[in-house]
C-alpha cells in the first residue's frame, strides 16, 4: 500500500508557538495553506498557471482538528488526500505529522472554488486538471487514513 503525498515539510520554531509552548493555531492553517498549494501544483493549478489564464482559488470552508501539540523544534510533515474534484469544486483533506514520531497531530478538511478572476465569479476546471483530479483520487482511495476518511 502507498502512502498519501507530502505536500509539505517543514519545521516548528520558538517564534511559532504561543503562550503555553505549543504551535498556535494560526500556525497549523499556514502550514496546511503551503500543503495546499503544493497539492494544487501535483494537479496542474500552478502559480503560472493562474496568472496565464486569469484564474484562482479561493477557500469557502475549513474544518481543522488538532490533535496533538507541536512545539519548537518538532519537525512537521503533511500529507494530502484529495476527495473531491469535478465542476468548479474541489474537496481534500491534509493530515500534519509530527515527523519524528508518525503521531498525527492536526487534519483540516477544505473545500474551495475555482476562480474567474475577471468576472470574479466561480467556473468549471479545465478538462486537463480534472483528468489529473481523477487519477489522483484513484491513487488516494487506496491509501487508509488514520483521520478516518
Request: net charge negative; aromatic share 10%; hydrophobic share 40%.
Amino acid at each position: 500500500m502507498s502512502e498519501l503525498p507530502i505536500t509539505y515539510r517543514g519545521a516548528v520554531y520558538p517564534w511559532h508557538c504561543d503562550h503555553v509552548g505549543h504551535m498556535n493555531v494560526m500556525w497549523y492553517t499556514g502550514k496546511f495553506d503551503e500543503g495546499t498549494w503544493n497539492m494544487f501544483a501535483m494537479l496542474g493549478i500552478t502559480p503560472k498557471f493562474l496568472r496565464d489564464n486569469e484564474r484562482g482559488m479561493a477557500a469557502i470552508e475549513q474544518k481543522t482538528s488538532y490533535l496533538r501539540e507541536l512545539h519548537a523544534g518538532d519537525i512537521v510533515t503533511i500529507r494530502s488526500r484529495l476527495l473531491h474534484l469535478e465542476g468548479k469544486k474541489i474537496r481534500f483533506i491534509h493530515e500534519m505529522y509530527n515527523g519524528e514520531t508518525d503521531a498525527l497531530a492536526a487534519t483540516t478538511d477544505l473545500m474551495g472554488l475555482f476562480l474567474d478572476t475577471e468576472i470574479r465569479r466561480a467556473c468549471p476546471f479545465p478538462e486537463d486538471i480534472l483528468a489529473n483530479g481523477r487519477q489522483m483520487i484513484s491513487e488516494h482511495q487506496s491509501v487508509e487514513s488514520p483521520s478516518g476518511e
